[in-house]
DNA sequence: GTTACCAAAATTGGCGCCAATTTAGGATAC
DNA sequence: GTATCCTAAATTGGCGCCAATTTTGGTAAC
């Protein structure tokens, strides 16, 4: 039992087709609106058109792109309504669990979390869109395993996959992605505080992306 | 607005075979812990090899059913853990809208309410396993749609699915069963009185079958 | 000049076959 | 009598072909 099998990615290829195709679309390469036609993915990912086609399926279920019967698949345009809507349920979910992740962190994950908020600083500038993007994800995923329920991370990360070409457009300005930043580490900050209340209120301004989170007393004192 | 397009089924094929099988784990017919063989279901269900596996390779992406490369698919059993971790997710999601509920309430969606929750008590007696659980879905969805998020709507029917046998196992007692009715009744006093605590704490027992809904003085006068 | 219709090219989507892997049963050796 | 190995049956899963539908470009008629 060598156990070495697992992981034996031959050159590139090795990973399925669905992630490649997802991620083209949450970095932007595929922007939203584009038809994915089925012998352009063939050749492009240089896979078979089954393969194509359940990585099409799939996305379709979860709603990243749209299947119009004998049109084809093109990458879903998320409205404003929905788009807002799936932030108010990420807001629900995260905030509600704000006094469970202060619960539960000890120094250890706080010294995790505050590595992951300087990974994503160092993707800013060295790492590519996509290095960027899952730096942040990481993060937050740390940030919620903090409420020991593993299935609402899971739930949390599909519903901000929908969406999708959100994190390529709201990251265009600089401004923007250092803001970001600031208010990982400012959540941290909430968190070694013990600021319950703090927390809830930057992790719903980091959601909703506004600028009104204004930091608490016990936030401040950390910095 | 005659609404009677919807349900052109022309014999029994016409739908798909993905939900034709997500149906016979949910109604119980199929077990958690079944092995699904692919040519049992081709014949099962009258239908080609490509259609078993996509239906297999698409419940799969929902965690109904985990695929086990090589050997075959079967029915998830869904351990306890997971099934509390599912349980906390929709209390956070349903009663952080309670108070949306409340305030967009009608006497039009009331009306609406009690004739679904009606349904519910008579689909007790008279209906199949299937369309009793599908009662029980129409109401908790009208109830949800109150809050104005369609988008909530669709996670939380994605994630109820998840708990699987679940319906089957909980409702084998008659007890129960005239207990989630009675709730059904209770939430829309709830409702009518504007009680946002007494329906949050209504939604809370409901999900978790807890005995505890003492009911408040206002869902009292009501009834 | 514009519109309508027809035909050809392209694209989607259904279906079945065959190779690879696994499992079960039987035979043989200890 | 039991354990192990080998063979055969069954099941999974990858792949390509062909029919059905749509789109586009050209032509002809008004």
């Known amino acids: 039992m060598t156990q070495m099998q697992s992981v034996t990615y031959t050159s590139a290829k090795e990973r399925d087709v669905t992630d490649l195709v997802l991620e083209d679309i949450l970095t932007g390469v ?10 352009d ?4 990912y240089d896979c078979t058109r089954p393969e194509v086609r359940r990585a099409l399926d799939r996305l379709s279920q979860k709603r990243l ?9 093109h990458v879903y345009q998320p409205e404003g309504r929905r788009a807002q809507e799936i932030s108010d349920i990420r807001v629900i979910l995260e905030t509600a669990v704000a006094d469970l ?16 908020a300087q990974h994503f600083d ?22 919620l395993l903090l409420a020991g329920n593993t299935e609402l991370v899971e739930v949390v990360s599909e519903i901000r996959q929908r969406t999708s070409s959100a994190p390529v457009s709201q990251w265009r300005t600089r401004a923007r992605v250092e803001r970001s930043a600031r208010e990982h ?12 209340a703090g927390l809830k209120r930057l992790i719903e301004a980091h959601i909703r992306q506004t600028g009104d989170a204004a930091p608490t007393e016990s936030a401040v004192r950390q910095a």
């Open 30 to 39: 595929l922007p939203a609106g584009t038809w994915l036609k089925q012998i």
């Open 185 to 196: 580490h400012m959540m941290i900050d909430a968190l070694e505080a013990r600021d319950v």
């Open 122 to 143: 160092r993707m800013t500038m060295e790492g590519t869109v996509l290095e960027h993007y899952e730096a942040n994800l990481a993060f937050h995923r740390e940030l």
């Open 65 to 73: 792109v749209e299947h119009v019967p004998n049109r084809g698949y």
């Open 101 to 116: 992740m202060v619960e539960n962190a000890t120094p250890e994950s706080i010294a995790r979390l505050r590595q992951l």
């Open 41 to 44: 993915l063939e050749k492009r």
